[in-house]
């Protein structure tokens, strides 16, 4: 697998449910990383919005994978080079750079595809609600307060 979706189209590719062995330890991953988020959020005067809850899917899903644009100045460290949305694919999500599809935002290709693993064991809750994957690995869960919210985070995190 290579680090980087074909140039100028998104990467689509379709995950089956998790085996069990794979499902317990991204289950273990999500819980470890979002009460981590969480305790981390709270030093800083912070609230979580929600908490990821395990809730396999039971069927086979479509992803996409695209490149977003170059990180914003100051938002990720200096060796990021790129910023990666993920959606899940779904006739009643409308497409678009952060409609309700997108969940996930990542800065590389391969953290992009291991929060469709996530998604996999933890579907967000809602339209409002998604994942942010952190140069080192950490998830932390996100949640916006509308469509629009969610297009202006993604446009603060890009030039």
Do not use: C, K, Q
Request: no cysteine; net charge positive.
């Amino acid at each position: 697998m290579t680090d980087t979706p074909p140039t100028g189209r998104a990467a689509r590719f379709t995950l089956d449910p998790l085996p069990s062995r794979e499902l317990a330890a991204m289950i273990a991953y999500i819980l470890t990383s979002s009460e981590t988020a969480r305790r981390a959020g709270a030093m800083a005067g912070i609230t979580a919005e929600w908490s990821p809850v395990p809730a396999p899917v039971v069927h086979p899903v479509r992803f996409s994978i695209t490149r977003a644009g170059d990180p914003a100045p100051g938002v990720f460290p200096a060796d990021v080079r790129d910023v990666y949305l993920i959606a899940a694919l779904s006739p009643s999500f409308a497409a678009g750079p952060g409609g309700p599809n997108h969940f996930g935002v990542a800065t590389s290709y391969a953290h992009a595809r291991h929060l469709a693993h996530v998604y996999m064991a933890a579907p967000p809750p809602s339209r409002r609600h998604g994942y942010i994957m952190r140069p080192a690995g950490h998830l932390e869960p996100a949640a916006w307060s509308s469509r629009a919210a969610r297009r202006s985070f993604i446009r603060s995190l890009t030039t």
